[in-house]
């Protein structure tokens, strides 16, 4: 039997509805909006439906449901016709049908398949034309189609297709291998084509169809730097800055010549010659070199509990761009994905993320679109939401996000994710497969989607319709990468592990075939989404979270073994053979059978002559005098303008090791310039990794050269400010260009960028070790702006890190101003003394430093004071308003001894003071109207705060009974049980607080791959829970927050019979339970709060529903401890402190008879106050908009508690740029509870 249900959200929950509306009415103005979740059941009874609606499907307390079409229509508006239903397309994959049938199993209801989509209802009077301009701007065909809600079925999946050879390939002519190459719709060049025809006449057959495709994936300059491997065969300078370029190149060709080199330039040796040159010289001594080339990686010595330890700290920078481009929330989150598995797959923990978009004018009306395209404004919307939501599901501190605005860019959007990650260096090993050793395929089943994503994205879409893209969208499952993220922190695994490589582009045929010269590989026994696939699809699909391990063959039970451990489906599919050849067997046929040496190749060498010209474009350098009303106006241009809307959708405190929040101040507005994390130790630690960008389109529209030179300036000189050492920094670069065709002029500017970045390495003596380029940026007559974009990357220590916020009134301000040459660099002997001299000084007397900004020393100085709203003025005779690159603005206490050599660099600029106001030589501005007009700009798109404007009233909240302030049994050591659900991602957190303390922490997965893990994991959750004296459910996203509300999947679990008695009797026997973020909302939907056991929902039960905002959020904010009978809360009364939250349904409701009773037992915990210590009804002081400021409720008897905020992201060093008392230690007191 099938059942279909429309569930829609009660009016006060209804956030979806509203913000559609809002983005709607860019197009039709009058336009009223009412959504709808629509899920098909497939073969689900009306008894077992009557089960599990109210626990799967549907929220009594804030869904109202709906079984007919007609019911739903008169409901949002009666007799309208104006509706449509939408799904994804057949394949993609659906992470809400996922979870909804993950919570069946649970329920014991198996077999059932769940279809979902949405249904859009509009108001009576919107025309056709209007209902299909709404149409186009919701469905992207690439990955979703309007639904027929006149029936219901499942698709059927076609029987895969044999794999053809392709006749007569090695005896046709040149006119045959034309049309072969546009039937296969191949990004080769036709010389590659022609190679391949002669390979095949040697061995004397012809390919199959899979041959052909693996080829072009193989060889495509997204996998094999076609582009960047081309031999350069005349060089022309034809440029104002001749001398200069040509005085690099001349040293470049001296290193080469040093180096040994004799194989044509390259643009590939110039981004990757300095990282040979220092390391030849001895100049950089900690490059970690081996034949696994996952990710930049150096070796690191860290403390860890005193102990000095080696650790290797890797990084890697990954661009989605034409993903992104054309279905933005998957092309951005794939994007993340599959920068976590280069790391990973060198066997580090990802701990790390930074974000660097380039984007046309967002703003634009939707009508302007060009044809073929799909709106700025979708795009940057959607990828910003599928790059947070990976990032924030896997657990992944993403504390550096910056979107870049160039109308360049709408030739193809820029998608840049960059990710480091951490080993114990001991741990990591490394061998060469030999004959005989096994591949494992680790991770996700095998889908259609990414089929030609490689090749797609090497190739430029001049004209080709979205739905023509179709195969080649990619979606991600974060949760699987969070296991596999688990499953490598483990020693025993990394222990077994030879080789590894991730599944990137190119799938199989790649990630296989690159682990081993010799490889055989069964395709049937890749696991599979869905049946239907053929041998070609198998070899070539880039389904995402998967891996590709080596190991001996004696290890493979046991891996695989310890993979089920972490809820991983692990399948030995590969052999390594003797012979030099890659082959693919499916269904008992070699459909590839191909020679390494004639793979290693890459196709036909390419050749091409170089030109460096100049663009007739704006000096960034020039003279820029300060007027008030153009500093005004300039700060909120699109380039320097707020993004806080967008950067809160960030998780940049998950992790416990975030050094400095994305926003400093006691308001939370200065956008720092670094992301800085501790590395991920399970011991206390000071080792820190420092990160920046440097970019400008401006300068490197000016000046290619100048361009590539100051991004590797700007990132190390934000380095330097954020208290790092430049000697320390290892470099990253992006590069990004438009399609350089046959033509010397667009050939010359990443040539000459790349030049810049060498001369900019020369002089300060730090390489580049790793890069990753995309040279497709073009569409019809639009180019991408020429982008190298440096990472700049630098091992530290905690209490070395300098904030960018100003942090105290009456202190001075003055900036290093280095000296630049005739040509615009910088002196490199004067700059390197200034760095040197800020690196020594007295961390004491510095209160902040920041790197100065393009729009000059007036922006960076407003953007220091947003934070702490401290006035300041200044006196000064340098421009204000000009860029002074490599500068660096010191705030300090006491007066600064400047070495004689650099003090005429040194420029006092004047002091902080208690005034509201900045002024600029006289100009006065009042600093919160120029916050507010700052803020404002994209509020429209991403906004940074709700509109409610709720004043909440102080109550008088009753303790009525003091009990259990002490367990009734001492134990010294405490047992903490915190069990791991599909998504969660604040386990290793939660279990270091509670370690520091003195309890003994188990962590546990729950595996549910099969209805016999649901069942032994059911019994090992009572065994623990039966052993435990503390139960502690961790913040994450388990099932994706999925179906359609957060918890649903640990409220299911904790209903489980054996499951619920075993926690009622671990409350009877004075045992605690602690549910953070995520954990309280299964507390709640459990209905563990407020009643205290587990118990049906009523439909006026308090909830915990999506943020008033409708976005996640990630800040700080202040809570107020109550008077409470609670053990967690002993001794804090009154207390404030600043937390760490992160969500996206955080927003606590009740009715005013819910919330009296409530307050009437004592179990409002703790509250959201401003900074006047009032309750706050809004943000940014009460983030969610929870009703009655409430942050955290506690059960009657005060044994369990509930929160969204984060007290176990805190620990000693973190946070540095947000005043406050952030260490609330409600670990200490439930051990101490058992100790006494």
């Not at 990032?391 to 959007?413: H, M, P, S």
């Not at 206390?684 to 590797?712: E, L």
């Amino acid at each position: 039997m099938n059942q279909r249900l429309f569930i829609q959200k009660k009016s006060n929950f209804d956030i979806i509805s509203q913000k559609t509306t809002i983005e709607l009415k860019n197009l039709v103005p009058t336009i009223v909006c009412k959504v709808f979740v629509i899920y098909d059941l497939f073969n689900i009874d009306e008894n077992q439906l009557q089960e599990v609606q109210n626990k799967v499907f549907v929220d009594p307390v804030t869904d109202n449901v709906y079984k007919h079409l007609s019911d739903t229509l008169n409901y949002s508006f009666p007799d309208t016709k104006n509706y449509f239903a939408t799904e994804f397309l057949p394949g993609q994959y659906n992470q809400r049908d996922d979870s909804s049938e993950q919570c069946l199993v649970l329920m014991n209801v198996e077999n059932v398949t769940v279809k979902s989509g949405l249904l859009y209802v509009f108001n009576n009077d919107l025309t056709e034309q209007d209902l299909q301009k709404v149409k186009d701007y919701l469905i992207n065909p690439i990955e979703s189609r309007v639904k027929d809600l006149s029936k219901m079925e499942i698709p059927a999946n076609p029987e895969a297709t044999e794999v053809p050879t392709i006749e007569n390939f090695i005896s046709t002519d040149q006119k045959g291998l034309e049309e072969i190459y546009k039937t296969y719709g191949l990004s080769l060049e036709m010389d590659d084509l022609v190679f391949i025809q002669d390979y095949f006449k040697s061995i004397q057959r012809n390919p199959t169809e899979t041959e052909l495709k693996v080829l072009d994936t193989y060889w495509s300059d997204h996998c094999r730097h076609t582009t960047f491997e081309t031999e350069i065969t005349d060089i022309k300078f034809n440029s104002k800055f001749n001398t200069t370029l040509q005085k690099t190149f001349d040293y470049y060709q001296q290193i080469r010549q040093e180096l040994g080199i004799t194989k044509p330039i390259r643009l590939m040796d110039l981004a990757t010659i300095m990282g040979k040159y220092l390391s030849r010289t001895g100049v950089v001594t900690n490059i970690d070199v081996s034949e696994e080339i996952n990710a930049c990686s150096i070796v690191v010595p860290i403390d860890v509990d005193g102990i000095e330890e080696e650790w290797l700290l890797q990084f890697k920078n990954e661009t989605h761009n034409h993903p992104t481009e054309v279905e933005p929330f998957g092309g951005a989150s794939t994007c993340v994905g599959g920068a976590i598995r280069d790391p990973l797959s060198g066997r580090s923990y990802v701990f790390q993320a930074m974000r660097i978009t380039g984007a046309a004018n967002p703003l634009e009306k939707i009508e302007d679109t060009l044809p073929g395209k799909l709106a700025q404004r979708k795009i940057s919307k959607e990828a910003a939401n599928g790059y947070s939501s990976y990032g924030n599901q896997i657990g992944l501190a993403t504390t550096f996000v910056k979107e870049i605005y160039d109308e360049g860019y709408k030739a193809k959007r820029m998608e840049v994710g960059f990710v480091a990650g951490a080993v114990k260096k001991e741990y990591v090993r490394r061998e060469e497969p030999v004959a005989g050793d096994r591949i494992i395929l680790l991770g996700g089943a095998t889908g259609r989607d990414g089929v030609g994503g490689a090749s797609g994205s090497s190739k430029t879409h001049d004209g080709l319709k979205l739905d023509d893209l179709s195969a080649e969208v990619q979606k991600g499952n974060a949760i699987v990468e969070r296991k596999i993220q688990r499953l490598f922190r483990n020693p025993e695994v990394l222990a077994l592990i030879k080789k590894c490589n991730d599944f990137g582009a190119g799938g199989v045929s790649v990630a296989i075939g690159e682990i081993a010269r010799g490889i055989n590989v069964d395709l049937d026994k890749v696991p599979l989404k869905y049946a239907g696939l053929n041998g070609t699809e198998l070899a070539i699909s880039e389904s995402q979270e998967r891996m590709a391990v080596a190991v001996e063959a004696k290890d493979v039970d046991t891996f695989i073994a310890l993979a089920k451990e972490e809820n991983l489906e692990a399948t030995c599919v590969a052999e390594v053979t003797e012979d030099d050849t890659m082959t693919l067997v499916w269904k008992g046929t070699k459909i590839v059978e191909l020679d390494r040496k004639f793979l290693d190749t890459n196709g036909v060498r390419k050749q091409s002559k170089i030109e460096v010209t100049d663009e007739e474009y704006k000096n960034p350098f020039e003279n820029k005098s300060f007027d008030k009303n153009e500093f005004i106006a300039m700060m909120q241009e699109l380039n320097h303008a707020s993004q806080k809307g967008m950067v809160e959708m960030f998780d940049n405190n998950v992790g416990r090791s975030t050094i400095l929040n994305a926003f400093g101040g006691k308001t939370m507005d200065t956008p720092e310039d670094v992301s800085v994390q501790k590395f991920p130790t399970d011991g206390f630690t000071n080792a820190v990794s420092i990160a920046a960008y440097g970019f400008s389109p401006q300068i490197s529209r000016w000046s290619n050269y100048h361009g590539g030179y100051f991004a590797v300036i700007d990132s190390m000189t934000k380095i330097v400010a954020a208290g790092g050492n430049y000697a320390d920094i290892r470099l990253t670069f992006q590069e990004y260009f438009e399609k350089l065709r046959d033509e010397a002029t667009r050939w010359g500017k990443p040539f000459s960028a790349l030049l810049g970045t060498i001369e900019a390495q020369r002089q300060f003596g730090i390489p580049a070790i790793g890069g990753k380029d995309s040279m497709s940026g073009s569409y019809q007559d639009i180019d991408v702006p020429p982008t190298l974009i440096s990472f700049a990357v630098a091992p530290s220590q905690a209490n070395k890190i300098v904030q960018g916020t100003l942090a105290e009134k009456n202190s001075k301000l003055s900036v290093f101003v280095p000296t630049q040459n005739e040509d615009y660099l910088l002196d490199e002997t004067n700059v390197k003394a200034i760095f040197d001299f800020i690196t020594s000084l007295n961390q004491e007397n510095v209160k902040s430093m920041m790197t100065v900004k393009f729009g000059g020393i007036a922006e960076t100085l407003a953007n220091m004071a947003f934070g702490n709203e401290i006035g300041f003025a200044i006196n000064t005779t340098l421009d204000l308003a000009k860029y002074y690159p490599g500068s660096i603005i010191i705030e300090h206490t006491e007066d600064l001894t400047i070495p004689t050599e650099i003090t005429q660099n040194y420029h006092v600029l004047g002091e902080t003071n208690n005034s509201v106001n900045i002024s600029f030589n006289g100009d006065e501005i009042n600093l919160n109207e120029l916050k507010q007009q700052w803020k404002e700009t994209f509020n429209s798109l991403f906004p940074y705060q709700s509109n409610s404007e709720e004043i909440v009233e102080e109550k008088d909240l009753k303790v009525e009974q003091i009990c259990f302030a002490f367990a009734d049994h001492k134990v010294e050591n405490p047992k903490v049980f915190i069990p791991i659900f599909p998504g969660t991602n604040s386990e290793y957190d939660s279990a270091k607080a509670f370690r520091r303390e003195g309890a003994i922490v188990k962590t546990l997965p729950f595996r549910n791959l099969t209805q016999q893990d649901v069942e032994e994991s059911v019994e090992e959750f009572v065994k623990e829970i039966n052993q435990a004296n503390i139960f502690f459910i961790p913040g994450g996203f388990s099932a994706a927050d999925e179906p359609d509300g957060s918890g649903k999947f640990i409220a299911t679990v904790l209903r489980n019979e054996k499951i619920k008695n075993a926690i009622h009797q671990l409350l009877e026997r004075d045992g605690l339970i602690l549910g953070v973020c995520n954990g309280f909302q299964g507390l709640i939907k459990s209905g563990l709060l407020p009643y205290g056991k587990i118990q049906e929902l009523e439909e006026n039960t308090p909830t915990l529903t999506f943020n008033e905002i409708g976005r996640h959020i990630t800040q700080l904010a202040q809570v107020r401890v109550n008077k409470s009978h609670s053990p967690w809360l002993k001794g804090m009364e009154n207390q404030t402190y600043w937390i760490p939250f992160s969500h996206g349904e955080g927003r606590f409701v009740a009715n005013d008879f819910e919330l009296e009773k409530l307050i009437d037992k004592g179990q409002i915990a703790t509250q959201f106050i401003d900074l006047e210590g009032k309750l706050a009804g809004q943000m940014p002081y009460n983030p969610n908009g929870s009703t009655f400021a409430v942050e955290g409720i506690v059960s009657p008897c005060g044994k369990i508690y509930g929160r969204m905020g984060h007290p176990e992201r805190y620990e000693e060093g973190l946070f540095k740029n947000i005043p406050g008392n952030g260490s609330m230690n409600i670990f200490k007191n439930a051990v101490e509870y058992f100790r006494n």
